[in-house]
């Protein structure tokens, strides 16, 4: 049950295509949802999170769209470009803590 | 701000010495947190603190790993003996209060031959 399921692990799209990323959980206590991106040789940095009582965040090219009763979350990488090119994680955590449950993570790859 | 700085970058060493892994949080930072990364099963928790105490540990994976952090600049994690199968990524990360976002180091490649 603390399980985030994260699909798929691998993703190539040329480049202008939308990106997209799905998340499952199955713990109805979680209540923050951020999305982690990671290149090669680095440490993840946290790109967009959402909390459950809006559907949908948006920051530039990057969209989360929440469906808190399927128990689904998704990233949308809009306008995809090569320099997206990374490891994408999402996670859950409870009551704002830091004690996230990451996803098994995506490697996108964005082709020029 | 110099980021969540870890040392050593990489390290390879031979099965059943002990491995120390050095970790420097961002100054204010009253979180900090050790993970493991493989291909097999990314991301893993192995322990954090908060004001300097370990709150959870439960991910630790044996009792050959242990973890410090004697002051709120300086965090240690240590595997003795290491075994091959301790060859991972290990990042560092840090973050303050209010939920602010968790920021992560570059993370230690370990190498067990």
């Known amino acids: 049950q603390q399980q985030v399921k994260q699909s798929p692990q691998s993703l190539i799209v040329q480049k202008g295509g939308i990106s997209i990323i799905n998340c499952a959980y199955e713990n109805t206590a979680f209540d923050y949802f951020p999305w982690y991106q990671q290149f090669p040789g680095k440490g993840p940095a946290l790109l967009i999170a959402?909390?459950?009582?809006?559907s949908e965040k948006k920051e530039g090219r990057f969209t989360i769209s929440f469906n808190k009763s399927a128990k689904q979350f998704s990233l949308h990488i809009m306008d995809s470009q090569p320099g997206d090119s990374a490891t994408y994680f999402c996670a859950a955590s409870i009551g704002g803590t830091y004690k996230y449950i990451f996803g098994t993570g995506t490697r996108l790859k964005v082709l020029a | 701000d110099a980021g969540v700085i870890q040392s050593p970058r990489h390290e390879v060493t031979e099965m059943g010495q002990e491995v120390t892994l050095r970790c420097k949080p961002i100054?204010?930072?009253?979180?900090l947190f050790w993970y493991r990364q493989t291909m097999m099963r990314g991301l893993e928790l192995l322990i954090y603190f908060n004001n300097n105490v370990p709150i959870d540990d439960s991910g630790m994976p044996e009792d050959r790993f242990s973890a410090k952090m004697p002051n709120a600049s300086f965090s240690t994690l240590k595997i003795q003996p290491s075994e091959p199968r301790d060859s991972a990524v290990y990042f560092c990360?840090?973050?303050?209060?209010?939920?602010?976002?968790?920021?992560f180091g570059n993370g230690t490649r370990l190498t067990v031959t």
């Open positions: 990360a840090s973050g303050g209060s209010g939920g602010s976002p968790l920021h």
């Open positions: 100054s204010g930072h009253n979180s």
């Open positions: 959402i909390r459950p009582d809006v």
